[in-house]
């Protein structure tokens, strides 16, 4: 498998902005370090001195294959794209609806089972299921929920100072 070059010229403008990421704001690392990986591997007339892969890595403390890769993002993605990476695709479908939370919320105010002094997280979760509630459920989510309630109960104590 032949080993694709890819070479980074960039404009004036260009180097402005990566100059801009590096010097000073605040900005994720990843983003200063793609800026930094881009600006030494520059190939462009504005450049005074190119430094090859391995004395770039060497310097930034990284591997030859994350230059490899912001090279290749560069040229076939923009500029943008080089810095920040890609957005997440993966959407994710909301279990916890407010007919749900209603009754979570109405099951955990209720008296534990026979057994248990009061309700655990994975109880709430296991009774959930088994009253059909919903098809499956984690005890993270029953968590989240929880706290997104007692918050909501906190700011209606705190806005009455009676």
Known sequence: MPVL?????????????????TEKGKHNSQKVLNALI?????????QKHKLKN???????NIGTRKIDHVKRRFVEEGLGIALSGHKGQRLYKRKADGDFEAHLVALSCSQAPEGYERWSLRLLADQLVELEYIDSVSYETVRRVLK?????????RMGNPS
């Open 38 to 46: 881009l600006l030494n591997c520059d190939e462009g007339k504005f």
């Open 148 to 156: 997104k309630r007692n918050k909501t109960l906190e700011k209606a």
């Open 5 to 21: 070059k890819y070479k980074v010229t960039l404009t004036e403008e260009e180097r402005g902005e990566l100059k801009k990421i």
């Open 54 to 60: 391995h004395e770039t890595a060497r310097v930034l």
